[in-house]
């Protein structure tokens, strides 16, 4: 029996082409001693990928080989096993590639509940809770009254992290960049206010919004609301970098935000990446169950269908098009 695969064979010159990958059919492995193989049900897109693909060997984590598997975060059910650990039937997450079956010795590869549907996992429990629930409580470090300001609000690690924070007691806004996600961040997920930085007067909505300033800055984007955002900062504020989607296909970095106010305003900025902390998803995977279960965190998701949609759907999230985690259901 065969299954496909989509291998990279080229780098993005700046937006993701159909032709920089290769869809290849072969036999389903035999797994020896230590191994197992997983019938992959669903994959995780994110925009993390596009920096993935790019030959840069300084970041968080290497660039993905030419003629390689594409790396991708993924969803299955062990279908063959030589791994106790492992057994066939269970439920497994983890990054197989973007492929329909993989092969693997379980490193890096967890066991998920199989009551959940795949949807719930990717979008909540899996890489956008994780890192909003990393984010928001490790990085920003909340306290009831304050204002927060996030941007990509309306997407998955956005939307999470907005409800986190509203359901601590924070003033929430939420910048998002289409009337619809607007409406669905304060009519479905409670945001107390949501803002399009598309407006041409999306500063001033900004400065009524925040009558006191914004205390803490969860960045998803860079772009047009960065500089907006920065500026109401107030004294000791702090900003968590957990993702600048504007810029990864740019060839010339945008200025941004002058440094002078991170003296004025005391300002602490970091930035994170979740793979320095795959360590805890168990410890947050339970966390994050658990106020799924509670009815505290809401979800779309943006299901697209089969393995061969996946290259040209990654450019959904550049454009803005998905709304909600956008997932492919092989
Ligand atoms: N640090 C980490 O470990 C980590 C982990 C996961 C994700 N991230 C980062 O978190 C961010 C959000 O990821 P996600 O998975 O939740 O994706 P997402 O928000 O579900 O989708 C991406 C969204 O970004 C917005 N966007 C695209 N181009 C933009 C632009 N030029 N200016 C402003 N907004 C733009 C679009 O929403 P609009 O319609 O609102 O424009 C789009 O829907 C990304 O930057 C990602 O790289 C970081």
Not at 132 to 148: N, R, W
Not at 169 to 193: I, M, N, P, R, Y
Not at 249 to 270: F, H
Request: hydrophobic share 40%.
């Amino acid at each position: 029996m065969t299954y496909r695969q989509i291998k990279l064979i080229a780098r993005p010159e700046k937006e993701i082409t159909a032709d920089i990958f290769e869809i290849t059919t072969q036999e389903i492995p035999t797994p020896s001693e230590g191994e197992f193989v997983v019938k992959l049900s669903h994959l995780s897109l994110d925009p993390a990928m596009r920096g993935w693909m790019s030959p840069d060997t300084e970041s968080y984590i290497p660039p993905v080989e030419l003629g390689h598997v594409m790396r991708a975060s993924g969803i299955g059910e062990v279908v063959e096993s030589k791994n106790e650990s492992f057994p066939v039937g269970s439920r497994v997450m983890g990054l197989m590639g973007m492929t329909e079956y993989a092969l693997t010795d379980g490193k890096g590869i967890n066991l998920i509940p199989k009551e959940l549907p795949a949807e719930a996992i990717l979008s909540v429990i899996a890489l956008p809770g994780i890192t909003s629930y990393h984010g928001l409580f490790e990085v920003l470090k909340p306290e009831a009254g304050q204002t927060i300001a996030i941007t990509a609000a309306a997407g998955s690690v956005g939307s999470l992290v907005g409800q986190m924070a509203k359901n601590l007691g924070l003033t929430v806004v939420g910048v998002a960049g289409s009337e619809e996600k607007c409406q669905w961040l304060k009519d479905e997920l409670g945001f107390d206010h949501a803002l399009n930085y598309k407006d041409a007067d999306f500063a001033e909505q900004l400065t009524q919004a925040t009558p006191k300033g914004i205390d803490l800055y969860f960045e998803n984007t860079g772009g047009a609301a960065q500089t907006p955002i920065f500026e109401r900062m107030n004294a000791h504020g702090r900003i968590a970098v957990c993702g600048l989607i504007a810029e990864y296909q740019k060839e010339v970095p945008d200025l941004g935000p002058s440094w002078l106010n991170i003296i004025k305003k005391r300002l602490t900025i970091q930035g994170f990446t979740m793979p320095d902390h795959f360590h805890r998803i168990p410890e947050y995977g339970q966390v994050l169950g658990g106020m799924l279960m509670k009815g505290e965190l809401k979800y779309r998701a943006h299901v697209i269908k089969g393995l061969e949609s996946a290259p040209s759907g990654l450019n959904l999230l550049f454009d803005g098009k998905n709304t909600g985690k956008l997932i492919v259901e092989l």
